[in-house]
């Protein structure tokens, strides 16, 4: 089967929302080291591989906003498509406490590889599908894990990330506060959005309303999971979209 690093569901949807899940999978293609980066399975399945349950929430949101969502088919550990090219994280060789074998002796030749056949195809594509449309919304996908070694738990159950727009951001953290069994992080647990970064590069130069949404994966582990919280959200983000005018 011919690998392709990238996947459209929808592509033809006629709402002005994009979703997108920049760490869907967990994939490592075939030109890389022979298609592993030399870590155990159990390695590969936790959140430093890709974002557990964020692949499934979505595919749904975006069917229930009606619009397209483009999903990634490499894993973080391969390169990281939510990094500027010139961040120092692009490429891992250590996260949360593992070593990452296959990525320990990867040279500029190497990085070049994956940006041309996975990181750049990807974007390309990305930045296609947000053109479509003057008026494109986009809301970015993540998931993290409820605790990282050494750290203490994160009580969060759903973060929002965002910069100085705040046109989205603003009206649906208000209705995530609103309810009252949900503990809502503000540019938790990761703080605004990194120059170069997906959302800057697709949405913030564009002056495209935007937000990045994080989910604890526990929460969203199961396919119920993942159905029942993009049901919860997608009227919550037509609400703040309409509060907001965009």
Not at 114 to 124: A, I, V
Request: glycine content about 8%.
């Amino acid at each position: 089967m011919t690998y392709h690093p990238f996947e459209i569901v929808g592509a033809d949807r006629p709402e002005r929302w994009l979703v997108t899940c920049d760490h869907a999978a967990n994939t490592v293609p075939p030109f890389v080291n022979g298609g592993t980066l030399g870590l155990p399975e159990e390695e590969m399945g936790r959140h430093i591989a890709y974002d557990v349950g964020a692949d499934g929430l979505s595919r749904e949101l975006a069917r229930l906003l009606n619009g397209p969502a483009i999903l990634s088919n490499f894993s973080r550990l391969v390169i990281d498509p939510n990094r500027g090219e010139d961040d120092p994280t692009l490429l891992m060789k250590l996260y949360d406490g593992t070593i990452i074998p296959g990525n320990r002796y990867a040279d500029e030749a190497e990085v070049q590889n994956r940006l041309n056949k996975c990181y750049r195809p990807y974007h390309t594509a990305l930045a296609e599908l947000a053109a479509k449309r003057a008026d494109t919304v986009i809301v970015a996908v993540h998931s993290f894990t409820p605790q990282l070694k050494g750290y203490a738990p994160r009580p969060w159950h759903v973060g929002l990330l965002y910069a100085a727009d705040t046109r989205l951001a603003r009206p649906l953290a208000d209705l995530l506060h609103a309810e009252p069994d949900l503990c809502v992080g503000e540019n938790e647990p990761y703080g605004g959005h990194l120059p170069g970064d997906a959302i800057a590069r697709h949405a913030i130069a564009y002056e495209r309303p935007n937000i990045l949404i994080e989910l604890r994966n526990d929460l969203i582990r199961s396919p119920e999971q993942q159905a029942a919280w993009a049901a919860r959200l997608a009227p919550m983000l037509q609400e703040a979209a309409n509060r907001a005018g965009v």
